[in-house]
Structure formats: C-alpha cells, structure tokens
C-alpha cells in the first residue's frame, strides 16, 4: 500500500492556502504550489545532471538538474532536499546551500501539462557516487558547469525548461574570473 504525497499550495504571494495530493496537482491547469531544485556539486567541481526517466509524467527522458522535489505539509525544505536526494540518485549530500530563494517559473510540457511552481534553488555537495532510482533517473552524467551551460544555450530544448532558467541565475555556471598575473 503506497502512501499519498501532498504537495503545499501557495497563493500568488507565496503564502500557504493548502495541500493537495501530488497526483492531482499536475496537469493542463496546475495551481501554484512549492517545490525545489537542487544542483549537486562533487570534489571535483563537476555539476550532476540527471536525465528524467522516460515514463515520467512530465518532461519525459530530458536532461535536468540533479534532482528535484516537493517538501510535503509541515517538512523543513533542507528534510526534503535530503530526503529526496537519498531517494531519487541515491546520495548524501552536505553542505547544502540555497542559491535562489526566490525562483517561480510556469512551464508547459509538450503532452499540455503545466509545471507551475515557487521553487527554491539548493546547491549541495556530495564525494559519493549517485545510485539513481529507475523510476525517476534514466541515466546521470558528472559535467563541467561551463561545458553545460553551453550545451544550455546551443539546445535549451535539450533540457528541463527549470534547468535553463535556473542556469541563467546560478553563479555555479559562470566562468571563474581569471587569476591576474604580475607584470
């Protein structure tokens, strides 16, 4: 017997109004309500992306970011990220920062479902090596942050419209200023 998941509903201020049970929220008119994204970073400085597994409801089998979720009613966002990451790629992460406390996005997926969220963005860290779930992950892939950001700008369709849009504000895809040298 699976347990229901609910997701919180917001109003357009960001105020809580409810919850609803996840499987009724998404689809051609979706109310507003709070999720997250995180961005898992490893020693190395690469940046996990994770292709959506191909039954997914929304955004089948596209790139996106390192995982993704919704707290349910009452959980902490920092539970939900752990939570979340530990149950969808299989990993501990640490260091877990928020990036953009404020990121709302509205996206209609090609099937005319609707992703309508306020969705604070984490970034964490992690030495471990992900150990995804098949029924969220397809496959994952370690990358440099400025090699993805240029395969973002040459295909955005390539990826989770959330992706793009969070890239374009996440400081984790600039260039690193170059280090002057003394004449």
Same mark, same amino acid.
């Given at each position: 017997m699976s347990e229901t998941e609910y997701v919180v509903l917001?109003?357009?201020?960001?105020?809580?109004?409810?919850?609803?049970?996840k499987a009724d929220v998404h689809d051609a008119d979706t109310r507003l309500h709070l999720a997250f994204?995180?961005?898992v970073v490893n020693s190395h400085g690469q940046v996990l992306v994770t292709r959506r597994a191909l039954h997914?409801?929304?955004?089948?089998?596209?790139?996106?970011?390192?995982?993704?979720?919704?707290?349910?009613?009452?959980?902490?966002?920092?539970?939900?990220?752990?939570?979340?990451g530990e149950f969808e790629v299989g990993l501990r992460v640490r260091?877990?920062?928020?990036?953009?406390?404020?990121?709302? &996005? @509205?996206? #209609? +997926?090609?099937?005319?479902?609707?992703?309508?969220?306020?969705c604070p963005v984490?970034?964490?860290?992690t030495d471990d090596e992900p150990q995804p779930h098949p029924?969220?992950?397809?496959? &994952? @892939?370690? #990358? +440099?942050?400025?090699?993805?950001?240029?395969?973002?700008?040459?295909t955005p369709w390539a990826f989770s419209?959330?992706?793009?849009?969070?890239?374009?504000?996440?400081?984790?895809?600039d260039p690193a200023p170059a280090v002057r040298r003394a004449s």
């Open positions: 917001l109003d357009d201020f960001g105020n809580e109004i409810g919850t609803a049970p994204s995180c961005h997914k409801k929304t955004w089948p089998g596209v790139w996106t970011n390192s995982f993704c979720g919704h707290p349910g009613p009452g959980e902490a966002m920092t539970a939900a990220v752990h939570r979340r260091d877990v920062e928020l990036a953009l406390p404020t990121f709302r &996005y @509205r996206a #209609v +997926d090609a099937s005319g479902i609707v992703e309508h969220e306020i984490y970034v964490a860290r029924d969220e992950v397809a496959e &994952y @892939r370690w #990358v +440099d942050p400025l090699e993805l950001a240029a395969s973002l700008d040459a419209p959330w992706l793009v849009l969070q890239a374009q504000q996440l400081h984790l895809f």
